[in-house]
């Protein structure tokens, strides 16, 4: 779930205009997040997913 949200979520912000149609056709969206901090320390990048979460569900309102 988390590389597809992030994906759609980084075309959105370079005004993709596919982007917020295939989000919303996910099975699972960033709301769903129950921010655990799981995802946070597993990251191999460093992202603070569950900081990222909100903002996606926040961008795409779900």
Do not use: T, W
């Not at 075309?11 to 969206?29: I, P």
């Not at 709301?31 to 926040?58: L, T």
């Amino acid at each position: 779930m988390r590389g597809q949200v992030n994906k759609y979520y980084d075309l959105a912000l370079v005004n993709d205009e596919l982007a917020v149609e295939h989000y919303h056709n996910l099975e699972h969206h960033a709301s769903e997040c129950i921010c655990c901090g799981h995802c946070d320390i597993r990251c191999p990048f460093g992202v603070a997913q569950s900081e990222r979460m909100r903002q996606i569900a926040e961008h795409f309102g779900r």
